[in-house]
């Protein structure tokens, strides 16, 4: 038999971002991620996924960090590697959409502060909402690689993905990435969409997936077969539960074959004995719930991500309904029906189990509607891949309710000028406004925080120059 051709797959490390907001609430501090870099910078990965996604709150929030000296310190480090985003549409890092000056001015401060590869994503796949940060991300000459939110149900056709990813290569974008936020796509489906896609488009695929339902190496070692160009994993000590397969593994897999990735075990064991212990002090303070490390094959029955079933199960814990679960899991489908079957992402997850919930324990469906339901049902969060239930949105909204059809974000004026104005007493860096325009409150938080701090260094200075301490 002939040799194949070697074809090495390529390897995005999200140990630094996805992994430990998969696992433990992205609380993972620069200060742990610093004396590492070194090292992670001399593996040979395609890229470290390192910022945005859920890193900028939390770090602002949770440990009071600037999630810009984050990025830059990272930059100094990394040497060698490009250094990868995610970045939600139009809703940027934050949850709601901005104005096209905050989207186009965020990207170009990510790119100047260090960003090479943006990854953009839409919780609809509508490529409206995708459009600015793509155009911005082509200008800023970053790499733009759009994903596509990757779900089942009778409008995820592979005709669909496969007409999505032809649209998003005609949009600017350098390379597509298939989300498989739930662990929903099996081995054998992805050999069908993977090939489907590379007959389709030019540009390089790169596949994500999490390993919740317990079929992601599978499914990557047949996404690679079939021609996947990139693979996520996560060093092993935060890989494999709701996160993403093991680094280790998948290089281990394809040693000897054409997908060949090269890199070196012995320097990956030495990075995965660095963050073993972070792991195991995130087990022992209760960071890291065991639950999390687990198979859970009901993400597949019910095509409910991992993060979506426990929210389900504390919402109904506070109701004191935990016996009506299997009743809201039933009902998640109908009412993601009637919202146009949304691919369950952030925020449309949190949105249709919310309302499945108030429906089976209100004893009537649509008796309440929570304000982001009538939201979708308006148009606001963009179009939908099926038509919104025609009755049920007259019966939320009325008869005569204005639906938005055009993209969402041409009815926001620019805002980047009047957001300045509103912080302009704590902007230290020009970044500060993007900070203050995602997260309003935690950011004037922050900045309190921050001048406290250097109010602090500034006395300590000053006394040691008065003789106060000796020197």
Known sequence: MAEMEKKPVKITETILRDAHQSLIATRMTTEQMLPIIDKMDKVGYHAVECWGGATFDASLRFLKEDPWERLRKFRDGFKNTKLQMLFRGQNILGYRPYADDVVEYFVQKSVANGIDIIRIFDCLNDIRNLQTAVTAANKEKAHAQVAMSYTLGDAYTLDYWVDLAKRIEDMGANSICVKDMAGLL??????????????????????HTHYTS?????????????????????????????????????????????YDTGLDQQLLSEIADYFRPIRDDALESGLLNPKNLGVNIKTLLYQVPGGMLSNLTSQLKEQGAEDRFYEVLEE???VRK????????????????????????????????????????????????????????????????????????DLIPNEL??????????????????????????????????????TKVDATVADTENGAYPV
């Open 214 to 258: 317990g079929v992601a190496s599978m499914t990557y070692l047949k996404a690679v077969e079939a021609g996947a160009d990139i693979i996520d994993t996560a060093m092993s000590p935060f890989a494999l539960g709701t996160s993403q397969p093991a680094t280790e593994v998948m290089v281990e897999t394809f040693k000897g074959t054409p």
């Open 417 to 454: 000028d009047t957001l300045r104005k509103e912080c302009e007493q704590w902007i230290q860096q020009d970044e500060d406004v993007l900070t203050y325009a995602l997260f309003p409150q935690v950011a004037v938080d922050f900045f309190k925080y921050r001048q406290a701090q250097q």
């Open 332 to 334: 998640v489908p109908r």
């Open 186 to 207: 099996c081995p054998y489906q992805a050999t069908e969409l993977v090939t489907a896609l590379k007959e389709a488009v030019d540009i390089p695929i790169e596949m």
């Open 338 to 409: 009637d919202l146009g079957e949304p691919p369950l992402v952030t925020p449309s997850s949190q949105i249709v189990g919310t309302q499945a919930v108030l429906n089976v324990l209100m004893g009537e469906r649509y008796k309440v509607a929570t304000k982001e339901t009538k939201d979708i049902l308006a148009g606001k969060y963009g179009a939908t891949v099926k038509p919104v239930n025609p009755d049920l949105q007259k019966k939320i909204l009325g008869e005569n309710a204005e639906i938005i059809t055009c993209r969402p974000a």
